[in-house]
């Protein structure tokens, strides 16, 4: 009788347990990328749900022209994400703040020592009104990514001068090469990589931020400058003869396949790139853009592309935050990431010493941290800029590269938006978050 | 469910019954968001706040200001006035053709039909790949010893608008072909008899007999291709996004900027009651036209 109740009780005790172990919190999580196309977060959501039974994370994926449009109506009807990648800086997520969609994450960035990660000039800006609205959580940079086996084929080294920039696209054109450096542009917002690393090089870093949060303006000289000399690129065929009949997934390519020797972008295509190139994924390198001008120091392009964001009213919130710290605060996660080309932001020494970036992931960060003391820009003005600036720039751009737009003309319409979106409120003004 | 069909209200309830889920999905799928849009169009709404600023007609006379707004009113015309002389103009005449070709009639029919239930996404990125600069239509131009008619397709702002319009015509025109040919089979053959016995040459008899008797179908075909083009967004946006800068915009695409990408979605939402109103017109004005002739 006594080993039919001991029977007994360690049954229903093994029926309650796992029921109890079983009851888990789904963390639904919204990303951009192609659905069907396998990120890092994918693998991420893997390892943590393994680690944390009592939570369940599921990674949507959206395109990026989609993922905006869907975002908001779903968080404004309450059924968003718990947890989702936003844009960052003084544009895009004004309206969410000030909708009172977005969660207050003040609180976790004390609770979990967020500050020992998180550069302060991130969560500048990711913060308003004292209050972090995001975890900005990686840092992206843009480079100019070339086939060296072309290069060596025609005597050509890397250049470090405008002279020997000049030289070097000169002798691909007399090598049969009509298209030097792939641009893309038929899809716009690749030719503003151009425009904010160009933007960035002329102005500098206080010119840069004197718009975004001060009294300047987009039509100063040093960016009437920069686009002047991006239209002057343009028309001496460096982008090709028709750069914005070409669309960037077309553009990749081709340089994958070795038919244009240069193009200027960033680690996110290094994955296809592996893909696309195979064994000669060894044959591509990068470096940085020489100075424009005479005496004009090389600054590196760094941004947050997007910060992390969750849903106000979430009742997940506590283990998406675990998520996010998982992600980039453990070193497994941090470890994870950099394999993928991704860079966490903070202290790297630890993950660095385990992981096993590409070559050409190690390549790009090198040629950024080569010239960060001289003080790095935005690498995507478009994602930190709000959308009907976004808009004007793109069109402006082809604009230029079609020859039907002057560079004043150009940078008046960007400072006519701008000033417009400021008018409206649209513009977030960060300053850190409140000292406890 | 339904009413006895002897009793008194059977004659009147039972066709509201047999419509109730079907009107009941038209109105929560159809009216409803129609309503709601032109409710948002008079408001200044961000998409985001739970207050809506009611701005009166605010947003449609910002629309006659609007340089781009008119960029793209212009370029839908132009691109539904192409897509309507292709559509109807030579979907008229490949069906005519087809009604007299007896070999290998349901394997041309198909080649024409095939690409309507492609899906517009599969459209765009296989009109983006052909209109490349190297892509396979330059291609053959070049093979053909025709290489000066090569150019960069997508690319070009005289030409951008056009192509696309015919990329959209290639995955719609099988509609056209199959409702002319249903009408061609309803003309009565005697009338061509009678045609031939007067001395009516084949092009006579098409001018004469064909077309008056497809009248009411060109009507159809007419009114459907105008608000399937009008109401275009997937191609042009998965090709261009309205570009080279705006040479392809047309108002489906500014709508959606305006709306969705740039958070206005008040404006965005008068620009979506201009597209209604233009599309309601335009037929309404068809509709008259043709009834006029009639009488």
Known sequence: MMKFLAFGAAFGALVALPSSLLAQTEVVVWVAGEPGQTTIYDELADTFNADNPDAKITVVKNSSDLFNPALVPALSAGEGPDLFTFGTGPGQPAALIAGGLVADLTDSYYEHNWGETIPEGIVVQTSSDGKLWAFGSEVETTGMFYNKAIFAEHGIEVPTTWAQMEAAVAKLQEAGYDTPIGLGAADKWPISHWQSMMFGRYAGPEGIEDVLFGDGEWTDAPFVAASAKLQAMGEAGWFGPTPVAIGYGELMDRFWAGEVPMTFTGPWVIGGGIEAAGDRIGDYSVFAVPPFEEGQKIHPTNSIGSGWYIREGSEATEIAVRFLNSMFLDTKGRVALLNAGTVPVGPLDDALAQAEMSPLAVDIWKTSDDHAANGTVPAFLDTITPGSLTTVSYDGLQALLLDVMTPEEFTSEMQSAWASSKAAGEIMLPGGIAER | ?295
């Open chain 2, 1 to 295: 469910m339904f009413l006895d069909p002897d009793s008194k209200w059977a004659h009147r309830l039972n066709p509201v019954l047999f419509l109730l889920p079907a009107l009941t999905i038209y109105i929560v799928f159809a009216i409803y968001p129609t309503i709601s849009v032109i409710e948002y169009s008079f408001t200044s709404w961000d998409g985001i706040s739970p207050d809506r600023e009611y701005v009166g007609l605010a947003n449609y006379t910002r629309l006659f200001t609007d340089k781009i707004f008119w960029e793209a009113f212009r370029n839908t015309f132009v691109w539904s006035g192409v897509i309507i002389v292709i559509n109807v103009g030579l979907g008229l005449v490949i069906a005519a053709m087809l009604a007299r070709v007896w070999k290998a009639r349901l394997l041309i029919q198909t080649c024409i039909v095939l690409p309507v239930v492609i899906s517009p996404m599969a459209v765009a990125t296989i009109w983006r790949w052909m209109y490349q600069p190297s892509g396979v239509i330059n291609q053959m131009l070049e093979t053909i010893g025709l290489g000066g008619l090569a150019t960069p397709w997508l690319g070009s702002p005289e030409i951008v608008l056009y192509a696309l319009a015919l990329a959209h015509s290639w995955s719609t025109i099988g509609l056209s072909v199959i409702i002319f040919l249903a009408g061609l089979q309803a003309v009565d053959e005697d009338l061509y008899e009678a045609a031939k016995v007067d001395g009516a040459t084949p092009v006579q008899a098409f001018r004469y007999v064909t077309l008056p008797a497809l009248r009411p179908v060109t009507a159809v075909v007419f009114i459907l291709t105008l608000t399937q083009s009008f109401k275009v967004f997937d191609l042009v946006w998965a090709t261009t996004k309205g570009g080279p800068i705006r040479f392809s915009e047309i108002l489906s695409t500014y709508m959606y900027k305006r709306g969705a990408l740039e958070n206005q979605y008040g404006y965005g939402s008068a620009i979506g009651v201009s597209l209604l109103v233009i599309v309601s017109a335009a037929t309404i004005l068809y509709m008259q036209i043709q009834n006029r002739e009639d009488r």
